[in-house]
């Protein structure tokens, strides 16, 4: 049993205004497993006034560039130190296998700070620029103020590193909402903070239900949201950002495609390939490739490689080594993914493998399933499951091939598989996504910007584009010397 008992607010430990609490429930064994107080509106309030004086009044927005950097690669030094730590409490709460989580997630949070202090000395922060009649424009880049960061629980401390990292770096403070499936990491995530030297107010951690979540995003001390979730509470946050003028970026949901070319060669390795761009973290991956497009010629022997590869795959308790797959996040999200599988067989999609629910006594899971016999009509070929689900749709030549990766709502990832990297990058660049990796199931690289076109958002994380979104630029007109 973890416990929470008070908020990180003002770089300190505050007793919550209310007593309601959070129970933290265990994917994997459905007991509880901790608690944490649940924030009020009076908790939000005093996030934002801590969050808003260490910005109007303290030295982090003034400070040197090069001073916020260097605490920044600080905070990414103690939590690779506390890897361990870091990797029990999300394996409990999360569900993800234990063994995968230091390379993976952990290291990717620790590679994010890390980046972005490495962008962030190859941004020019003030740049002078020839003006008209002799006058020179000092073009400057400004913090934007108070920042709502807004994470979901499929990779909270990765997507919490992503948008800390660009907005601290910028000068900004920050308000950090995790969701309440899992805000126990961030007790640890407080500590680094305090341990790197962060000033007061500067990272106020504050977990909460969807209620006091809209509050904050409405909250008029607050100048930008980053916001990580679905498309339909991003339409909801957007509204409200719109409505008040209110900076924000939004990575929202995806339906992404895995296009195998006719010349991609399929081994068990590729096979696995495309069934982990699927299935990674139990498919609740939002540039999951759950729609994997096939040249018809080559379309069973396909369908074949990857129901094996994923039938291969071992479903079991997140602290076993030899676990592949985890349970889902909760008893809803395993109801939601099923009431997918019910909806492709009942539409006319043949179920190859998987389908239904490990014979465990407790626990979220759900087997990983593979559809053949896709059409981009069906339900499944059209919305987010978030779940180990594949579909696997055929194509008659490349020009269908991208007209059905890209006939969807969403645009956030996808993937190209072929034999001619070269050739595979044309292709990529005719799919309407933000991202688009070849020969690899993974979309995002934290050097290069990551975002969605359509429903699947605005604004990007990643790279220099990902730490301007939280600068505004200034410019300065000084006078024509005489």
């Not at 202090?117 to 424009?137: F, M, Q, S, Y």
């Amino acid at each position: 049993m973890r416990t929470i008992e008070r908020f990180f607010l003002g770089g300190d430990w505050r007793t919550p205004a209310g007593t309601e609490v959070i129970e933290v429930i265990s994917p994997a064994t459905e007991e509880v497993i901790g608690r944490a107080p649940a924030a009020e509106k009076d908790d939000l309030a005093a996030a934002v006034r801590y969050a808003r004086a260490a910005f109007d009044d303290g030295p982090w927005p003034l400070a040197d560039v090069t001073e916020r950097v260097a605490i920044i690669r600080a905070v990414a030094d103690a939590i690779d130190s506390r890897t361990a730590e870091f990797a029990d409490v999300l394996c409990a709460e999360q569900g993800l296998p234990r063994h995968a989580l230091p390379a993976g997630q952990i290291a990717k949070a620790v590679g994010a700070f890390r980046a972005f202090a490495k962008i962030a000395e190859t941004v020019p922060w003030v740049e002078n620029r020839p003006g008209t009649g002799g006058r020179t424009l000092s073009v400057g880049r400004a913090p934007v103020g108070v920042v709502a960061a807004i994470v979901p629980w499929n990779a909270p401390l990765f997507v919490a590193a992503m948008k800390l990292a660009p907005a601290l770096i910028a000068g900004n403070t920050v308000i950090l909402k995790p969701p309440p499936e899992t805000p126990l990491h961030t007790a640890l995530l407080a500590d680094v903070a305090r341990e790197a030297g962060l000033p007061p107010g500067v990272l106020n951690i504050l977990p909460a239900g969807a209620e006091v979540g809209e509050q904050l995003v409405r909250h008029p001390g607050v100048d930008k949201v980053s916001f990580t979730g679905s498309t339909a509470v991003g339409r909801q946050i957007g509204a409200i950002c719109g409505a008040g003028l209110k900076r924000c970026t939004l990575e929202l949901g995806g339906k992404s495609a895995a296009v195998v070319l006719e010349d991609f060669e399929l081994s068990p390795a590729g096979a696995r390939g495309l069934v982990a761009g699927a299935m990674v973290n139990a498919g609740q991956v939002c540039a999951a490739q759950t729609r994997i497009l096939a040249p018809r010629s080559r379309y069973r022997d396909l369908v074949e490689a990857v129901a094996e590869a994923a039938a291969s795959l071992t479903v079991g308790d997140p602290r076993d080594p030899g676990t592949d797959i985890g349970p889902l996040i909760s008893a809803r999200q395993r109801t939601r993914v099923e009431g997918y599988i019910g909806a492709a067989t009942r539409e006319g999609a043949s179920l190859v493998t998987g389908g239904g629910r490990p014979d465990f006594d407790r626990g979220f899971y759900v087997r990983p399933t593979v559809f053949a016999d896709v059409h981009s009509r069906m339900t499944i070929a059209r919305e987010e499951i978030f779940g180990p689900v594949a579909a696997i749709l055929p194509y008659d030549g490349e020009d269908e091939a991208v007209a059905l990766a890209n006939d969807s709502d969403f645009g956030l990832a996808g993937a190209v598989w072929t034999g001619d990297v070269e050739h595979g990058a044309s292709v990529a660049r005719r799919i309407r996504t933000g991202s688009v990796a070849v020969n690899s199931p993974g979309a995002l690289d934290i050097r290069g910007p990551f975002g969605g076109f359509k429903q699947s958002g605005f604004g990007r994380e990643g790279g220099p584009e990902g730490l301007t979104e939280y600068t505004e630029y200034q410019t300065i007109l000084l006078p024509a010397q005489a």
